[in-house]
């Protein structure tokens, strides 16, 4: 299933992902730090989603709340809820 995000409180501007079958098949990050993303997308994919959104969730970037992997995050809980529900894929 492939899931678009807006991501909120952080640069980047836009997230999509991909989940097979609770398993990361793709990440693609639009704006934020671009090396940084690079390499957490690389580290995820193949990744169970689940475990994936463990390790991230709740990540801050200096004073902020949030960000870049905490919103990752949040665009796969999305995703596997979305899958659960039945919802059309984007």
Request: contains cysteine; hydrophobic residues 40%; neutral net charge.
């Amino acid at each position: 299933m492939r899931y678009e995000f807006r991501p909120s409180g952080v640069c980047s501007r836009k997230m999509t992902v991909e989940v097979e079958d609770g398993i990361i098949r793709s990440i693609k990050v639009e704006g934020g730090c671009d090396g940084n993303l690079k390499g957490v997308v690389n580290l995820l994919q193949g990744m169970p989603a689940n475990e994936a959104i463990a390790r991230l969730e709740g990540i801050t970037c200096g004073r902020k709340d949030t960000s870049c992997p905490d919103q990752i995050a949040k665009a796969l809980a999305e995703a596997l809820r979305k899958a659960d529900e039945g919802a059309v894929a984007v």
